[in-house]
């Protein structure tokens, strides 16, 4: 695809071709300097990748994920220790969603985008192996959606918020979480005190109000009882449980109370949530807590 030459808006992605492998290079090796003719979307298997683009240097380890664009500059030095082994293809773009940024605006390079995007890049490398007529041949639709999921995964900017929120979190209040996490899983009924969740975040019982307001709104203790009712929404959904089983299972040895801190926290009781599920309708599923602070269901 020439540089000058840009791809149109349209409903879903529409390649003109897809075609790629997997490399193995050898400690200390390059590729390039070379100006890409078309997109490439490259991602680190074994070893460490430095990739020069247009001047900008990009540490990609195992795992992250590297985005050409036609006209680019660049230079892929491999990892001077241990064998570089990455899978790539390349593609020509003739459309692309309406709901997408410019090319020219997509990020370079990832290196924490979610698990289900190796095992998305590898199917689709399958596909590429399956098609000995790629790239004279146009990729059916269904294999630019594959592929149109996975650069949509790559572009969008959720991941690196929620990352970027997780770090910005109190030492303190993240060393509380880790009890209170560890609390609510394996032993949702032990009488925790301020104090001692205090204790182990290293700090006053006052100083750690002051930074859970702060960090997410609620006291420590607020925040403990949300996670226990958080827990027992699944529960609610997937399980025949009743609702004292269920209290006493996330931690509440009164059914009566967990009724209502469930209806002041989600604005219905739990046997109106279960009903309404059971009947086809939707209750709300707001969480007054931030997404980083699920909790898995015990079964």
């Known amino acids: 695809m020439s540089e000058t030459i840009q791809p149109e808006k349209g409903v879903r992605l529409e390649l003109a ?116 007529d790629w790239p004279a041949a146009r990729p059916e639709p269904k294999d630019c959606r594959l592929v149109e999921v996975l650069i949509d995964t790559f572009i969008e900017d959720h991941r690196i918020e929620l990352a970027s929120f997780e770090r910005e979190r109190p030492e303190p209040v993240r060393r509380a979480l880790l009890l209170l996490h560890s609390l609510v899983e394996e032993d949702p009924m032990h009488p925790l005190s301020l104090p001692e969740l ?40 997937r399980t025949n449980l009743s609702i004292q089983e269920i209290a006493e299972r996330c931690g509440f040895d ?20 279960r009903a309404q599920l059971r009947s086809g309708k939707l209750p709300s599923m707001k969480n007054p807590l931030p997404t980083d602070l699920m909790t898995r269901m015990r079964q």
Request: hydrophobic letters at 35%.
């Open 254 to 273: 009164n059914p009566l109370y967990f009724s209502r801190r469930f209806s002041l926290a989600y604005g219905c009781s739990p046997p109106s949530f």
């Open 17 to 132: 071709y897809l075609h790629g492998g997997e490399v193995v290079f050898q400690p200390g090796e390059s590729l390039g300097p070379r100006v890409l003719s078309d997109y490439e979307l490259v991602y680190a298997i074994e070893g460490t990748i430095t990739y020069v683009s247009d001047d900008t240097t990009y540490a990609v380890p195992p795992g992250g994920f590297i985005l050409g664009r036609p006209g680019f500059h660049e230079t892929y030095v491999w990892d001077s220790q241990i064998i570089t082994r990455h899978a790539f293809f390349h593609f020509d773009i003739e459309r692309y969603p309406n709901d997408w940024p410019k090319p020219e605006d997509w990020p370079r390079c990832r290196t924490a985008l979610s698990p289900v995007c190796a095992s998305l890049f590898l199917h689709i490398l399958q596909h590429i192996f399956e098609h000995d």
């Open 198 to 237: 205090a204790a182990q975040a290293n700090v006053t019982p006052k100083h750690l109000c002051r930074l859970f307001s702060r960090s997410l709104g609620y006291s420590p203790m607020q925040t403990y009882t949300l996670m226990k009712l958080q827990s027992s929404r699944p529960l609610l959904m």
